[in-house]
Nanobody, 118 residues
Framework: QVQLVESGGGLVQAGGSLRLSCAAS????????MGWYRQAPGKQRDLVAS???????TYADSVKGRFTISRDNVKNTVYLQMNSLKPEDTAVYYC????????????WGQGTQVTVSS
């Protein structure tokens, strides 16, 4: 059984910073992708950033230059450093772990609230 535990959300003023962490545990295939998604009220869940086990990264255009995703493969942990936060970054942020080995496997964290005040 795979579990993802997120931490680091909270309330911050516009222009501030937060760092999210997501630790994965259980039987995890070593070649995988970890990512952060977010969902604002009434909106769909969208990709924020993802990183492969080889450290190839992808970012949503809205966060490029402000957010940085990184990972520790030994700890199976992914981080999201969020700088220059804007009120429109307010959402529940979810961690996702994905790999393909014959079948596709997807696991999600419980979500952590990020609120940016203006």
């Amino acid at each position: 059984q795979v579990q993802l535990v997120e931490s680091g959300g909270g309330l911050v003023q516009a222009g501030g910073s937060l760092r999210l962490s997501c630790a994965a545990s259980g039987s995890i295939f070593s070649i995988n992708e970890m990512g952060w998604y977010r969902q604002a009220p009434g909106k769909q869940r969208d990709l924020v950033a993802s990183i492969s086990s080889g450290r190839t990264t992808t970012y949503a255009d809205s966060v490029k230059g402000r957010f940085t995703i990184s990972r520790d493969n030994v700890k199976n942990t992914v981080y999201l450093q969020m700088n220059s936060l804007k009120p429109e970054d307010t959402a529940v942020y979810y961690c996702r772990l994905r790999w393909v080995r014959k079948n596709e496997y997807n696991y999600w964290g419980q979500g952590t609230q990020v609120t940016v005040s203006s």
